[in-house]
């Protein structure tokens, strides 16, 4: 059993309250993982012995920059053509099982804490190798460049293998596993493991641009949203639009971890959708 929670499906016996902590704001979306049932999954042209919960897409006045799946794949299922989307880069991080991803013609083997990251209008191939299904978070961006940086490379590692970096004057109670180095402006987003031990807290109400993405994979907390205390457990997501408030206490007994996305290092824009200015 791995430390990354992965929702059961199933569907809730018809004895079971209906109150729950589901909810939908003009500022956040918390999914709670008792919302993940069948009833609920998708499936996906192109892809074979698969089925996902959509938790994130854009939708115009909200979250305007990523979708995000929760993928399960069963053993021997996959993809030849995973994304028919041009311009699309990826982050696939996985919690369960075993995937073989090729990346432009290079293969590589993924297991629990598996992170990878496909640039782009790369060709890619994924498939399930093990005995049980491989399960994952499927990050999806349109890649945007940025003049005189050159575009990402592709490259897979485990979160085993990154020292998390405390925050500064934290006594290390706050820390964030980065895949991708911050001073990096090739990439234009950024997907995380913030980990706060029982009693650690965001000390501030964080306030900016970047919208947010957070998988709890373990633990719990009570987390601040706008105006508002929400509890949050391992399999509850949260999504945040541009400037939500937004601040944290960890409530213990474990460890509190989430995975995160943001997008970070780019102009906002003044032309198009979101913005003042005709398109070009």
């Not at 293969?107 to 496909?118: K, R, S, V």
Request: charged share 15%; proline share 9%; aromatic share 12%.
């Amino acid at each position: 059993m791995t430390p990354y929670h992965f929702p059961k499906g199933g569907l809730p016996p018809q004895t079971q309250l209906m109150t729950g902590r589901a909810v939908f704001t003009d500022a956040y979306c918390v999914i709670p993982k008792g919302c993940f049932s069948d009833i609920v999954t998708s499936n996906l042209p192109g892809w074979t012995g698969t089925r996902l919960w959509l938790i994130a897409r854009p939708m115009s006045g909200f979250s305007e920059t990523f979708s995000q799946y929760v993928m399960e794949v069963q053993p021997g299922g996959g993809s030849d053509a995973p994304d028919a989307e041009a311009g699309a880069e990826h982050v696939i991080f996985v919690t369960d099982g075993l995937l073989t991803l090729t990346i432009d013609g290079a293969g590589h083997d993924l297991d629990a804490g598996g992170y990878a990251y496909i640039p782009a209008d790369a060709r890619w191939t994924l498939l399930a190798e093990g005995g049980t299904p491989a399960r994952f978070h499927w990050i999806r961006k349109l890649y945007e460049p940025a003049p005189g940086v050159a575009a990402p490379q592709a490259f897979v590692t485990n979160e085993k293998l990154i020292p998390p970096i405390a925050m500064p004057d934290t006594n290390g109670v706050w820390a964030t596993t980065r895949f991708v180095d911050p001073a990096d402006l090739a990439h234009d987003c950024h997907v995380n493991i913030v980990t706060f031990q029982p009693g650690g807290v965001i000390p501030f109400e964080e306030t900016h641009v970047m919208e947010h993405g957070l998988y709890v994979l373990q633990g719990r907390a009570v987390y601040k949203l706008n105006q508002d205390w929400v509890e949050v457990e391992a399999g509850d997501f949260m999504w945040l639009r541009a400037y939500c408030p937004q601040a944290c206490y960890a409530a213990g007994p474990g460890p509190f971890r989430y995975l995160l996305y943001k997008d970070v290092n780019r102009h906002a824009k003044l032309r198009g959708p979101g913005a003042f200015g005709p398109p070009r």
